[in-house]
């Protein structure tokens, strides 16, 4: 079975550009999630969604958005990029059954804004 | 609201010694626990969970960890570690929220052994 794929893997954007970073789940995984991964900060979770709705937010402000697609495919998107966007973005998957709720990670997008 | 706190930043150790790295969450109702681990240029990947039961928990590469309720912890151990261990751990806890669980990782540690 083939993991979670995130594109692209590196991205070198200027201030103020904004960004569209994609994830695909694990076939048959409904529930992606997204995290900011920080020297220091460790995980910071984005948001969640689920049968394309979302269902969870993390404290992150309105430039940071996303979607999920029919397929379970999701985009990230943030708009007016600052330097401290810098970070590597982790995608999850997850079958979501119950309380299993086992994550699958992406090997992210590393995000560097000049 | 539910926290994850990982007190040890970095911690390294020689070969063959012990490992504990210490867990606290905090949350009084039920919670779901993980430690998941990445190694240098890998993808994160799971270590152990616990779900219920045995609180004593085996994951791969001879970790463990051990809930304790009471004390609000979940604890990774490792009797003795390899060269290989060098890696960022982290620990998270889920909570049912509405009917889904709500993630929540700790700031992770990075764990250094040295040959």
């Known amino acids: 079975k083939a993991g979670v794929t995130q594109t692209p893997r590196y991205l070198i954007k200027t201030r103020g550009q904004q960004v569209t970073l994609s994830c695909s789940p694990i076939?048959?995984?409904?529930?992606v999630s997204w995290y900011q991964q920080t020297p220091g900060q460790g995980l910071q979770f984005l948001f969640e969604y689920f049968s394309e709705t979302q269902r969870n937010k993390g404290n992150f402000p309105g430039r940071f958005s996303g979607r999920q697609f029919s397929n379970s495919r999701s985009e990230m998107n943030v708009s007016t990029l600052e330097l401290g966007d810098s970070a590597l973005y982790l995608c999850?998957?997850?079958?979501?059954?119950?309380?299993?709720?086992?994550?699958?990670f992406g090997p992210g997008t590393r995000l560097t804004v000049t | 609201a539910q926290s994850v706190s990982q007190h040890n930043h970095h911690v390294i150790l020689s070969e063959a010694a012990s490992l504990e790295l210490g867990c606290n969450y905090s949350y009084g109702g039920t919670v779901n626990l993980f430690w998941y681990v990445q190694y240098p240029g890998q993808h994160l990947q799971l270590l152990l969970k616990y779900f219920s039961g045995d609180p004593l928990v085996k994951g791969i590469k001879g970790f463990e960890a051990e809930f304790i309720k009471s004390k609000f912890s979940f604890n990774l151990r490792k009797p003795s570690v390899q060269w290989s261990d060098t890696a960022e751990y982290f620990c998270?806890?889920?909570?049912?929220?509405?009917?889904?669980?709500?993630?929540?990782f700790g700031t992770g540690t990075k764990l250094q052994v040295i040959p």
């Open positions: 076939s048959g995984h409904r529930s």
């Open positions: 999850a998957s997850s079958f979501a059954v119950g309380s299993s709720y086992e994550q699958y």
């Open positions: 998270a806890v889920t909570t049912d929220s509405g009917g889904y669980q709500k993630v929540t």
